[in-house]
């Protein structure tokens, strides 16, 4: 069950005693541990009826003890164990587990990791509780998640934009719905998010940018990628190369991949190879200047340049040099 789910269902007086939410994503399990602690419960009701462990400083009996305290004033409480990954003894909740208090709510958050599916605790929770288990986005469907969560709030934002984001700030949800929310709270009247917007409200520049990079470099511009490398070198934290080779390997691999989708159907290739229906276009295009073989050769290229940067057979290069080396190299590659 997602936590979108849960927190519908909860919205609804619907409420199971016990919710163990899990997983690599901490942002579905954060949005549901909020709404929790904020909405499960009057004001008044919370006073005496909400009651919060953080795990690494959690004692089991003292959690056990909470989960079967009455409600005071009130049909139901909450317990709530944050960071439950970090606490001992976590597996001494299972006697509770196996017969909670139906005027309990209690609700584990478990990051980063799930609990061993061969265990005693793992068995019961299947049967006793709510188990969520969340994964690390995909890369490729981030585009469609920040198109999703603004048109959800109200407002629209450009593809270019929401690529500009993505590339810059990666697979971390919590911080680009931070990013937007921030940049949101400045639009004013307006409904459209701009790359304007994207530039002032959260820094990341319209036109010298990890994705404005890669354009570059797939369209063989090679006067504007050359032109982008000089101003990175003035402005280091615009988009260092740490950032940069990973986004072009990025590419590049699905560039790669369209060549054994065997089709120009963009439907087909944007499900196949998994890319964003927002830029498969830019994807396509790219075949027009690189061939199979020389994609090849180009994805080597920057596997080298990546060892190269981590100081292996290169211990005097500047990161501007290594950028400028890679560009001639690809774009050579290119035109062989």
């Not at 609700?107 to 709510?130: C, E």
């Not at 959800?152 to 990013?179: C, F, L, M, W």
Request: aromatic share 10%; net charge neutral; with cysteine.
């Amino acid at each position: 069950m997602p936590t979108s789910k849960i927190i519908a269902n909860w919205k609804k007086q619907v409420f199971d005693a016990v919710y163990w939410l899990e997983g690599e994503e901490p942002f579905y399990i954060d949005q549901a541990v909020e709404y929790a602690e904020k909405h499960l419960l009057t004001e008044a009701e919370q006073a005496f009826n909400l009651t919060i462990f953080y795990g690494k400083d959690a004692d089991w009996t003292e959690i056990i003890n909470a989960c079967k305290r009455y409600p005071v004033f009130a049909e139901k409480q909450v317990v709530i164990i944050k960071e439950a990954q970090h606490m001992n003894q976590l597996d001494k909740l299972l006697s509770y587990i196996e017969h909670p208090l139906s005027s309990t709510i209690l609700i584990v958050a478990h990051k980063d990791k799930n609990v061993d599916g061969r265990s005693a605790l793992a068995k019961i929770l299947k049967t006793k509780a709510v188990v969520v288990s969340t994964k690390k986005m995909y890369d490729n469907k981030l585009p469609e998640w920040v198109m999703g969560f603004v048109s959800e709030t109200g407002y629209q934002i450009s593809p270019k934009a929401v690529q500009i984001i993505v590339d810059h700030i990666g697979n971390d949800i919590s911080r680009i719905q931070n990013e937007i929310q921030k940049l949101i709270v400045n639009l004013g009247d307006r409904k459209k998010i701009t790359e304007d917007d994207i530039e002032k409200f959260i820094g990341i520049s319209k036109e010298y940018n990890a994705f404005e990079f890669q354009d570059a470099v797939a369209q063989r511009n090679f006067s504007k990628a050359i032109k982008m490398i000089q101003y990175f070198e003035s402005n280091n934290k615009a988009a260092p190369i740490q950032l940069i080779l990973p986004t072009l390997y990025a590419f590049f691999s699905k560039v790669y991949a369209i060549y054994g989708a065997g089709t120009q159907d963009e439907k087909r290739i944007a499900s196949e190879v998994g890319i964003s229906p927002y830029m498969v276009k830019n994807y396509i295009a790219a075949t027009r200047h690189y061939s199979y073989s020389k994609v090849e050769q180009i994805l080597l290229l920057i596997h080298e340049y990546n060892l190269r940067v981590l100081g292996i057979n290169d211990a005097s290069n500047t990161d501007s040099d290594l950028l400028k080396e890679l560009v001639i190299k690809i774009m050579d590659t290119a035109a062989k």
